[in-house]
């Protein structure tokens, strides 16, 4: 099995109908489309709301753009001091390396710039600029490896990301953001292992997964390889209605990734990337699930849910708030006394604190 591209091929594959076929054409060459095998197979092509099929396989509705929509969702470009950087939070830059990934899903927020019609990977030149800037900028304690997806690039291409960043006194964690252990995870060799470790610095791996399904024993064997290379795993899972927006299948997939030892990380709220409102849930719909998850899955389980504000100003947790001021009175306050809060328990109960003498 190869990894299909095409509506013709997704149509031969049995993901789309015939009467489908002509009209993804157009999705298709607006936004890229890949579907390895790995993928392919979790798909069942006789349910019609299958959530990986949802993920991956392209829907005429991408064509449907709102105005609130924006091509760069969480201004990335506003925030790029060279190519290939972007410098949004003081200490942490990312660097992307390049715009290919082996599966494209079809609520990626950076959809208007990854796909293999884009530049393949940064140039020489502009890699060497990219490094230039984060040795001349001594708050820089973090770099994210992003893309596109970095872990496309051969063993000895990271290696030699690795070394450039070693060299960098200020630098002491890399962080790797990808999809590969779930999309293509014979690709997670002992030797890629091996390239993206370096030494004296920690090396995060951050996991994209979106479904429970996604976790099959070659991924969870891919995962297993990086984290008895001791390399500590993160993950990041994206709220898409239809997918993973109910607490059973959200809790399921929490504690499939905490059993294989990927620490929960973010749950994203979808951003307004062009053509992805059928996979947007609502804020208040996050909330709730985020309070359910509360109530019926360990701490270990639980992702912080952040909102990337669209232009550029960064991530903010959006979770539910569980402490509000009982009385904030000027008297209360005047008397020295502590305000009184209410917080609300994993079963919804409200109890006072300091509770009530
Ligand atoms: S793997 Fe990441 S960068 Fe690539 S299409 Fe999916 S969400 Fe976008």
Known sequence: ???????????DRGLITSEQCAAL??????????????????????DPADPIARQFVPDAAELDHRPDELADPIGDDAHSPVEGIVHRYPDRVLLKLTHVCAVYCRFCFRRE????????????????????????????????????????????RLRAVMKELTAIDHVKVVRIHTRIPV????????????????????TYVAIH??????????????CARMADAGIPLLSQTVLLAGVNDTADVMGE????????????YYL????????????????????????????????????????????????????????RSENSSVTERD??????????????EVHFYPPRP
């Open 268 to 323: 994203h709220h979808g951003d307004l990337a062009p053509g992805t409102a059928h996979l947007r849930t609502t804020l208040v719909h996050g909330q709730a699930l985020m309070a359910a998850l509360r109530g019926r899955v360990s701490g270990l389980c639980q992702p912080q849910y952040v909102l990337d504000i669209p232009g550029g100003a960064g991530k903010a947790p959006v979770g539910p708030n569980y402490l």
């Open 113 to 156: 710039m990854v796909g293999p019609d884009k530049p393949n990977a940064l140039s020489p030149q502009a890699l060497a600029r990219a490094f230039a800037y984060i040795r001349m900028h001594p708050e820089i304690w973090e770099v994210i490896l992003t893309g596109g997806d970095p872990l496309v690039l051969s063993a000895r």
């Open 25 to 46: 054409e157009s999705v298709a060459a607006r936004y890229a489309v890949a579907l390895p095998p790995a993928l392919t197979q979790l798909i069942d092509c006789n």
């Open 253 to 264: 997939l929490m504690r499939s990734l905490v059993e294989c030892r990927i620490k929960p």
């Open 183 to 202: 999309a293509d995870p014979a690709r997670v060799t002992r030797d890629l292992v091996r390239s993206i470790k370096i030494k004296g610095k920690a």
């Open 209 to 222: 997964v979106n479904h429970p399904r996604e976790l099959t024993p070659e991924a969870r064997a891919a």
């Open 335 to 348: 008397a020295g006394q502590e305000t009184r809060y209410r917080v609300t328990d994993y079963c919804g």
């Open 1 to 11: 099995m190869t990894t299909l591209r095409t509506s013709a091929q997704l149509c």
